[in-house]
């Protein structure tokens, strides 16, 4: 079964404006672990914010947010005031509390910022 | 700081031939270490994972194997490569056994087989 979703392959964002980047998750633990990573053309990937689901307060990290909806089970990754470096594909990931070592991906979001 | 190296960036290799590629993590001990497939345009899947010294384990019946000869090298491997297994190899570490710790990863290595 598919443990993490990612239902847009596209999106697209004008520059200096805000986006949000759905990520949905199935999980029967109660202790998880949600990330988002961006993969620029490179192809190298970057951890960008990380969310507990003990963490009562979504978590920040500058310019990126996740808007975490325990009850929904979805960890939306918000990135405010959009820059053309932001264009990129972005994986929304989970770790489960019984398997700490199977971090599972989403397909993925493709990210194009325009100027 | 830590830091992690994989080689080589690219290979083409054809039907049949063995494989080899390398990952090394400098600045940590004991991490977790991780290979990870991707194909085009898709997400990650994971192929090995490894807590300890030839402690591997494999995630995925493949045409592939692993190998961790020291704490802070990772080796896939392969004695005849498919052209199923092109794709882009990532290696990762983490933390040792903290849910919280994310995987950080090298640069990849992308492998076509011809």
């Known amino acids: 079964a598919q443990k993490i979703t990612q239902t847009q392959p596209g999106m697209f964002v004008q520059e200096k404006e805000a986006v949000t980047l759905d990520c949905t998750y199935d999980?029967?633990?109660?202790?998880?672990?949600l990330f988002w990573y961006k993969q620029p053309s490179s192809g190298e990937m970057i951890f960008l914010i990380y969310?507990?689901?003990?963490?009562?307060q979504n978590a920040t990290e500058g310019r990126y947010s996740l808007n975490f909806q325990k009850a929904r089970k979805s960890a939306n990754l918000v990135i405010s005031a959009s820059q053309l470096g932001d264009s990129a594909m972005y994986f929304c990931?989970?770790?489960?509390?019984?398997?700490?070592?199977?971090?599972?991906f989403g397909a993925g979001t493709r990210l194009t910022v325009k100027p | 700081s830590q830091t992690i190296h994989q080689w080589p960036a690219t290979l083409v290799q054809p039907v049949g031939s063995p494989l080899s590629l390398e990952c090394t993590v400098e600045?940590?001990?004991?991490?977790?270490l991780y290979w990870y497939r991707q194909a085009a345009g898709r997400g990650l899947q994971l192929l090995f994972y490894?807590?300890?010294?030839?402690?591997i384990s494999s995630e995925v019946p493949q045409n592939l194997s692993a190998s961790r000869p020291q704490d802070r090298q990772f080796i896939l491997s392969s004695k005849k490569l498919l052209l199923s297994d092109s794709g882009f190899y990532l290696c990762?570490?983490?933390?040792?056994?903290?849910?919280?710790?994310?995987?950080?990863f090298g640069n990849g290595t992308r492998l076509t087989v011809t």
């Open positions: 969310q507990g689901s003990y963490d009562e």
């Open positions: 990931a989970m770790r489960e509390g019984g398997n700490l070592n199977d971090m599972r």
């Open positions: 490894s807590i300890g010294i030839d402690q």
């Open positions: 600045g940590t001990s004991n991490p977790n």
């Open positions: 999980t029967s633990d109660q202790s998880y672990g």
């Open positions: 990762a570490w983490s933390a040792t056994d903290r849910g919280r710790s994310p995987l950080h």
